[in-house]
């Protein structure tokens, strides 16, 4: 086993609160889901604070040099620091200027042997010390897969890296969010100097620093670059490679009038409408395994029948919303799907859902392609969660969905990073993600402790079982 030398400073003292209390987590943890309740006054971005962030520089702690020089190099060619997307007012559909070819889809010569495409989105410069959401996440997934040799420098055209693609434009931002709050958080950066970090009230802890609005319209970018690049490889193969979009800030929390838990835009929600749009993908599924609710995604297509929205999440965390009944509403009833697992639920709960109600909703619902809110907060040695996922259950996950894409919908399939905050587990969960798309036998032997368990509740976990696939006729 390796380690990322890196590891996740103490929380502003949330964090140490946040710890999981094994088998019997409603104490110390009550308090921190009290700290993340707060209402969302959605969009009211204040700014309330100076204190020094850390600059793109800082990541020099990581000792990344050379994973990132590139990555360095499409930052600074992006203009990094300057907001002028919002001028731009073209979907990112513009490319369909006569020719129908988009020039940021790697050639289908390239894309025909490959397994995997992933796209980085690091948002190095949207960070605040000590937080989980920091931007040592995604380099320390990168670092993991280059050590774990799962890059192009090792796989050839087995695993490709799309390295170039546009940010989002704020047409497709608007496809999930209104106008106001996207206009409202640009403007908000202008209020931001250099050292200074805006805190964005009543989103639970979610901060934005200068950068945060071209960064966010960066990440949602990587996550539609990578639908173009599938959904074309899918007119040419039965068998696409499947998309990994390794991209922060998170979304799924993030609802259509505002920032939330973390998240800025609706990454995944964005990518669904542009499916849609763009591509006459009609029916779209999205699974969110993350141990919380996706209220944002959600929220976005509650009483759309054409977006079926499937969410397993830890039974009481936060935001405290995704109960069994919330099932969407008018012409969407029917396409929401809510499973809270009880605390301590694991491997064993997580393989019967799959079986038992992701595979058959899946299958009923008959999707063009699958979405996948990929959040690796449920591992067991996550901080802000008590689940007991191992890297073993990331990898079955993967390689199940990744199938099951193919059963169902042509293998379109892209995944989109959310949750995930002990860099350990989520870089080994990623990097054994990847391996299943590659077909290759996982790792978890190598990463999972068997003695970190302990025993699931699996009474719970049937009872929950039961109660979906009744409310839901599977
Ligand atoms: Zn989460």
């Known amino acids: 086993m390796f380690h990322i030398n890196c590891r996740l400073a103490p929380f502003n003292g949330l964090y140490n609160i946040a710890l999981p209390v094994r088998g019997n987590y409603s104490g110390q ?11 969302c006054l959605a969009g009211n971005v204040l700014l309330l604070a100076r204190k020094r962030f850390c600059s793109w520089k800082s990541h020099e702690r990581f000792d990344l040099d050379g994973i990132f020089a590139r990555d360095g190099v ?8 300057r907001r002028c997307f919002s001028k731009n007012t073209e979907a990112s559909s513009s490319y369909a200027n006569g020719t129908g070819e988009n020039p940021y889809v790697p050639l289908n010569t390239k894309l025909s042997d490959a397994r995997v495409i992933y796209a980085v989105a690091p948002a190095m410069g949207h960070n605040q010390e000590s937080h989980p959401e920091s931007h040592f996440r995604v380099p320390a997934i990168v670092q993991a897969l280059d050590k774990l040799e799962l890059t192009p420098k090792f796989r050839g055209s087995k695993v490709i890296e799309l390295k170039d693609f546009k940010p989002a434009t704020v047409d497709d931002i608007t496809s999930v969010h209104t106008r106001s709050y996207v206009f409202g958080l640009e403007k908000a ?9 805006i805190f964005i009230e009543g989103s639970g802890p979610t901060y934005a620093t200068i950068d945060t609005f071209q960064e966010s319209l960066i990440a949602a970018g990587a996550g539609i670059a990578l639908i173009d690049s599938v959904v074309a490889e899918s007119k040419n193969s039965k068998d696409p490679p499947t998309g990994f979009a390794l991209i922060r800030p998170p979304g799924h929390h993030a609802i259509p009038k505002g920032p939330m838990g973390f998240c800025v835009f609706g990454n995944i929600a964005i990518a669904a409408r542009y499916a849609q749009r763009v591509h006459g993908l009609k029916r779209v599924f999205i699974i969110d395994f ?13 009483e759309d029948p054409d977006i079926f929205f499937l969410s397993t999440h ?5 935001p405290g919303t995704g109960k069994f009944d919330e099932v969407g509403h008018g012409d969407g009833e029917g396409t929401t799907l809510n499973l809270p697992l009880p605390g301590g639920s694991g491997d064993t709960a997580m393989r019967t859902v799959f079986d038992e109600v992701i595979v058959p909703c899946a299958q009923k619902f008959k999707p063009d392609i699958i979405l996948v809110s990929a959040g690796y907060d449920a591992h067991v040695l996550d901080p802000l969660a008590s689940l007991q996922f191992t890297t073993g259950t990331y990898y079955m996950l993967a390689s199940n969905i990744q199938q099951l894409a193919k059963n169902i919908c042509s293998g379109r399939c892209v995944f989109f990073l959310e949750g ?9 969960s990623v990097a054994d993600s990847f391996r299943a798309f590659l077909r290759e036998s996982s790792l978890s032997s190598t990463f999972d402790n068997p003695a970190m368990l302990y025993e699931e509740p699996s009474a719970k976990v049937k009872q929950a079982i039961q109660r979906v696939k009744h409310i839901h006729s599977l």
């Open 189 to 197: 950066m202008d209020q931001a100097s250099q050292d200074g970090l």
């Open 314 to 318: 830890q039974d009481g965390s936060y």
């Open 420 to 428: 995930g905050y002990n860099l350990d587990s989520l870089s080994y």
């Open 29 to 39: 943890y009550s308090v921190f889901m009290d700290l993340l309740s707060s209402p």
């Open 290 to 302: 993350d141990v919380h609710h996706g209220n944002g995604t959600n929220d976005a297509f509650y």
């Open 74 to 81: 499409l930052y600074k060619s992006l203009g990094r620091g």
